[in-house]
Every structure is written in structure tokens, then in C-alpha cells.
């Protein structure tokens, strides 16, 4: 499994390499809430801090892990080695905090609440985008390639979802940099 990033509000990027037949790319999404309480901004802060999860000894507000998985799929037909649609596996898990207490809180510090997770699902959301991207294109490499043995042809399509990894990295990684990793779509904890 290979690391993509993690942003500083805490969505981690995980991209790996090696299950589910696909013509094309299709990902499967997973969201989690961990409860937090709190009834200001401080409070809450603080509760996002002691309660959120933890990479490498930091707590995140929110986190994500993405997978690209991939298994090469081969036939031989006409004494050749043809490749097909390689299985892939793309997932996309999101943990987000649930404020159980907002209720309690001033509008304005709802609304600002409101406005910080939606970021934080439309960041989500377009980082989804590009390693689905990513997967659709390497599903176009792959079709149509053949070779003389189909270990030659395994290792060249596992060259290529290799490649469309690190595709999927270098997008993300722009994204985030572009995006100031989400503060410019508003993913600025209130």
C-alpha cells in the first residue's frame, strides 16, 4: 500500500496496488462519524483534537484513506497472451466528526459548521474524481495489449496500474497544492 498524503485537516491518501470486475472504474465510498460534544468553538476544537484520529502521532479533525487495488487478467487465444479488463478494486473511506451538541451552539457558529464539513465533503469528493480517473485510464492501457507469454503481459499490466498509482498520486497531490489542501474550498475548521 502506498501513502498519497495526508492534508493538514486530516484527510489521509492512501493509493495502493493489488479486487472486483470492472469494465470500468467504479468506487466504493464509506463514511464514519466519530461524536463529539461540545457547546463553542473551543470546546470544540478541543474534543476534535483529544477525539479525532491519529496518523503518526498527530490528530486530524477528519480523515480519509483511498485504495486502488488491481489484479492483471489474462487469456491465450491464437497461441497469443491477450490481457482483459483487469479486476480493480477503488475505495474511498471517509471518517468525519458528528457534533451531537450543535444544537446548543450560536447559528453562526452552526452555520460555520455546516460550511467546514461540507468542504470537507467536497474536497473528498473531488480527490475521489481524480483516482477514479486515474483507474479509468489505466483500464484503457490495458485493453487490447498482448504479448508471446502471459507473464510478460502481467508484468506489463501491473507496470501500468503502477504507473496509474503514481498518476493518481501526482494528481492529488496538484489538488492539494492548488487547493491549499482544501482551504480555499473552505475546509478551514471554524
Known sequence: MKSVGWFRQGLTLLVAGVSMYAQSASMQSRIEYYDVSAHNLGQLRQQLLAQGPQKQGNRYSIAAQYRLNWTPKVQIRND????????LQLSADLLMPRWISQSKADFSVQQSWLSYIAAAQQYHQNITHLIEQSAERFIQQTSGLSAKECQQLEALIN????????????????????????????????
Open 159 to 190: 507496470a501500468k496500474g503502477r504507473a496509474a498509482l503514481a498518476s493518481a498520486q501526482q494528481k492529488v497531490r496538484t489538488y492539494q497544492r492548488q487547493t491549499a489542501y482544501g482551504q480555499t474550498l473552505g475546509l478551514i475548521l471554524p
Open 80 to 87: 497469443r497472451c491477450e490481457a482483459l479488463a483487469p479486476e
